[in-house]
């Protein structure tokens, strides 16, 4: 029997309690008034004390909200009043900083694409060229390549060199970093763009729809307008292409230069202004990218991480917001273990895996060694089952090959069982690369919660049930709430890159009215509002012996007890509740 009480945590991570409630701001209906709308419903009153609102929330252009314009609020889908509405509900936010990068259509980059030197955000984004001058050659494309002690250490996000080639007001093309997105596309030309651009007077119409064809063609077919083949106009070629290059558009996410004040006086500005939109909690995304330096991997350097996520907190604390560094790893690295030795809470991205493998093959061995673990060293966590990403499976891995005991919360071949049950119930993955261009792993699979249990609805209900009993804050994803399932259309609508959408399906007001007709809905609201209004959760948790196929969870605050009792073969299990100011409470199911 193991023990933890909430006053052993460490002084300095201090998450609010309650349960928070996950969602985009168009998940439900079509703004946030829709959402605040279906809370305000007596079905969930005291269900919800906090919101993560997904970063749509702001205004944005690509990966649905983590490509960050500005963080000014996004009216096509939100209002000040729909937050003031959601205030009055007692429920306060979480909302992302986006650390490591920006988008392309910030002002800040709209500033360098004009200005170019002479802009003041010249700094802001990475000049790859300049970050690399001394560690690598420049190759006869103009971009540095780094030398290859260098560059094998490199994580990367998508085939290829991480950059992105700008174009300055001087015509120069200079690379700069991009670990994420990026798209460049050019406007069609016609034959009026090309003779008043040029301005040559022995061109005639003809001429210049001639050349116009020739052009458009190239650029369909995503040709280098540089190697295009002019015929009798080759002499015209700089030219012509200077015209084309004018209208060079981008999409894309462009890293942040972490030695500029500027982007520190940036994140400052952000905090306050996350802060006056009613923040609470800010996720830190993609912070373990930010700290890049020669001769180290460009994720999570040590010590330069921590330094940053320092300087962060205190800034952060200026307007009493907490922090939270989200981060994907293998377990066997242990970042977890020094992200909250450091004084920050951490995402348990290892949660949704181990529920899948103690449902599917009826054991709390792997599951119980993580509760364990987190009452042994303090982790301070906020868990969910489901989320607007996919289902973590590369973060149970350890360090080396080895059997469980050796570094991985399961064995290689176990991982590979709940990942193989996933996709033969309609999961999708997402891969990890290599700087060779070559997978290296799978890094998530896409699927609803509900979905990867096998639609099975037992299976549910009680992956929710130890959800609430788990150590830490829990998140509960709009989708799974509702029993939602895989949403194939919308993964093949949005093409390679649409796999996360299977988790995405927006619910209509009538989807939600017929939801909340269902039993498993109903129970899961439940079980919530437990989680939620219980001093119980405030106190010690306790794990009772049980055999392996059985689970027996108690939390204790003073007089006020909470009991789960499950079977982890048939899924039955029993809440019992108990305060000095009220009878028992019972909730069995089935």
């Known amino acids: 029997m193991e023990a933890m009480k909430a006053e052993d945590m460490p002084a300095k991570i201090n998450l609010p309690r309650g349960v928070i409630f996950n969602a985009y701001p168009d998940s439900i209906g079509q703004k946030l008034s829709d959402i605040a709308h279906v809370l305000k419903k007596p079905e969930f009153e005291n269900v919800f004390s906090l919101f993560y609102i997904l970063p749509t929330i702001f205004n944005s252009d690509l990966d649905r909200g983590f490509s960050i314009i500005d963080y000014e609020l996004n009216d096509e889908l939100v209002s000040q009043q729909d937050l003031e509405q959601l205030h009055e509900l007692n429920v306060m936010f979480k909302f992302d900083l986006v650390l490591n990068h920006l988008s392309v259509g910030s002002p800040q980059f709209q500033d360098l694409l004009e200005n170019g030197d002479e802009s003041k955000y010249r700094d802001f984004f990475i000049d790859w060229n300049k970050f690399w001058q001394s560690h690598g050659e420049l ?6 390549i780094p030398h ?39 406007q069609e030309v016609t034959a009026h763009k090309l003779l008043q651009a040029l301005g040559i007077t022995e061109l005639t119409h003809e ?30 070629k700089d030219d012509i292409v200077s015209v084309v290059e004018q209208n060079r558009k981008y999409l894309g996410q462009m890293d942040l230069n972490a030695q500029s004040q500027e982007v520190w006086k940036f994140y400052d500005e952000t905090l306050n202004k996350l802060r006056s939109h009613g923040g609470k909690l800010v996720r830190l995304d ?7 330096e020669p001769g180290k991997s460009n994720f999570f350097n040590e010590p330069g991480t921590w330094q940053y996520l320092e300087r962060l907190k205190q800034m952060a604390e200026k307007y009493e917001l907490i ?6 790893s293998e377990y066997g690295e242990k970042i977890h273990e020094k992200v909250t030795a450091n004084g920050f809470p951490i995402y348990d991205f290892f949660f949704p895996g181990l529920v899948i493998d103690a449902l599917d093959r009826g054991t709390n061995k792997f599951l119980l060694r993580w509760i364990n673990e987190l009452i042994e060293k303090n982790i301070k966590t906020i868990n969910m089952l489901g989320s607007h990403d996919g289902i973590p499976v590369l973060d149970l891995k350890g360090n080396d090959n080895v059997d469980v005991s050796g570094g991985s919360l399961l064995s290689e071949q176990e991982i590979d069982a709940v990942v193989d049950r996933i996709l033969d119930r ?7 690369w290599g700087s060779d261009g070559q997978k290296i792993s799978y890094y998530q699979v896409n699927a609803t919660f509900f979905s990867a249990l096998g639609e099975d609805e037992s299976k549910l209900r009680l992956a929710r049930a130890i959800q609430m009993f788990m150590p830490g804050t829990p998140q509960v994803w709009y989708l799974d709430l509702f029993a939602g399932k895989n949403d194939y259309a919308a993964a093949d609508r949005g093409g390679s890159g649409g796999h996360k959408e299977i988790n995405r399906t927006t619910l209509s007001i009538s989807d939600i009215e017929k939801g909340l007709q269902q039993a498993v809905v109903q129970d899961q609201l439940e079980l919530l509002r437990l989680r939620n209004t219980s001093p119980a959760f405030e106190g010690e948790l306790t794990i009772n012996s049980t055999e392996e ?20 073969r048939d899924f039955s299990f029993s809440i019992t509740h108990n305060d000095n100011t009220s009878d028992s409470r019972v909730l069995a199911y089935p």
């Open 139 to 144: 190759s006869p494309e103009g971009h540095v």
């Open 148 to 186: 290859e002690e260098h560059l094998e250490k490199l994580f990367m996000r998508k085939p290829g060199l991480p950059i992105l080639k700008v174009r300055f007001p001087d015509g120069s093309d200079r690379p700069y970093w991009n670990t994420f997105y990026q798209e460049i596309t050019y």
């Open 207 to 236: 001429d210049a729809e001639n050349i116009a064809a020739i052009v458009n063609d190239l650029l369909s077919a995503k040709q280098d307008i540089r190697e295009i083949d002019l015929g009798e106009f080759s002499h015209h």
């Open 286 to 292: 993609a912070f373990a990218y930010l700290h890049k």
């Open 323 to 328: 922090v939270l560094p989200e981060i994907h």
């Open 426 to 432: 309609g999961g999708r993955v997402k891969n990890l």
């Open 549 to 568: 196929h059985r689970l027996h969870l108690s939390w204790q605050y003073q007089q006020c007890v909470a009991s789960l009792k499950a079977d982890l």
